[in-house]
T-cell receptor, first 113, second 111 residues
Framework: EAGVTQFPSHSVIEKGQTVTLRCDPI?????LYWYRRVMGKEIKFLLH????????ESGMPNNRFLAERTGGTYSTLKVQPAELEDSGVYFC???????????FGNGTRLTVT | DAKTTQPNSMESNEEEPVHLPCNHS???????IHWYRQLPSQGPEYVIH???SNVNNRMASLAIAEDRKSSTLILHRATLRDAAVYYC????????????FGQGTRLTINP
């Protein structure tokens, strides 16, 4: 089966611009998660979708970040406007059931200059 | 979120067994012990998980202490491809299902 895919793999934007990251989970996986690692720190949870509903968005840093999962399939994470501290690697993961292991994509490396 | 403690780094030789320890003294009865690893330039990868009994799969074995306050991930014959950061994570089967990553253990395998 195809794994979790993320697009783009790299993105370089200027401060103040907008970037949209996309995640395609494994087909049939209802649970979709976003994580990120910034500035060499630990991987941090951002939010969790169950189908198209936000189950837990406690990790979203501020209102410049907007995640959507219309139709319960792929998800997008938009950063608007981007700031320098948003640079890092953004990971998406999916799981079939609530307690199933997570399958991660290889991440999108975002650089804000 | 329940916390785990792991050594920052470990080193081993190829084709030898590796024992990666994890302390989780504040584990609750609803917490599973999960292990993930992250190879260079990749996302985290699930390795194994368990609740009380020791577990084996094709990748590794998980030995869980009787009081569940510590566990050990065992790689039976390490290869160079096992060089990665290994994360020990407690994940409750109740409530929030998110994973909370710590610093992990950076495993280096010498040829």
């Amino acid at each position: 089966e195809a794994g979790v895919t993320q697009f783009p793999s790299h993105s370089v934007i200027e401060k103040g611009q907008t970037v949209t990251l996309r995640c395609d989970p494994i087909s049939g996986h209802d649970n979709l998660y976003w994580y990120r690692r910034v500035m060499g720190k630990e991987i941090k949870f951002l939010l969790h979708f169950v189908k198209e509903s936000k189950q837990d968005e406690s990790g979203m840093p501020n209102n410049r970040f907007l995640a959507e999962r219309t139709g319960g399939t792929y998800s997008t994470l938009k950063v608007q406007p981007a700031e320098l501290e948003d640079s890092g690697v953004y990971f998406c993961a999916s799981s079939q059931h609530n307690n199933s292991p997570l399958h991660f994509g290889n991440g999108t490396r975002l650089t804000v200059t | 979120d329940a916390k785990t403690t792991q050594p920052n780094s470990m080193e081993s030789n190829e084709e030898e067994p590796v024992h990666l320890p994890c302390n989780h003294s504040t584990i609750s009865g609803t917490d599973y012990i999960h292990w993930y690893r992250q190879l260079p330039s990749q996302g985290p990868e699930y390795v194994i998980h368990g609740l009380t009994s020791n577990v084996n799969n094709r990748m590794a074995s998980l030995a869980i202490a009787e009081d569940r306050k510590s566990s050990t991930l065992i790689l039976h014959r390490a290869t160079l491809r096992d060089a990665a950061v290994y994360y020990c994570i407690l994940r409750s089967f109740q409530g929030a299902q998110k994973l909370v990553f710590g610093q992990g253990t950076r495993l280096t395998i010498n040829p």
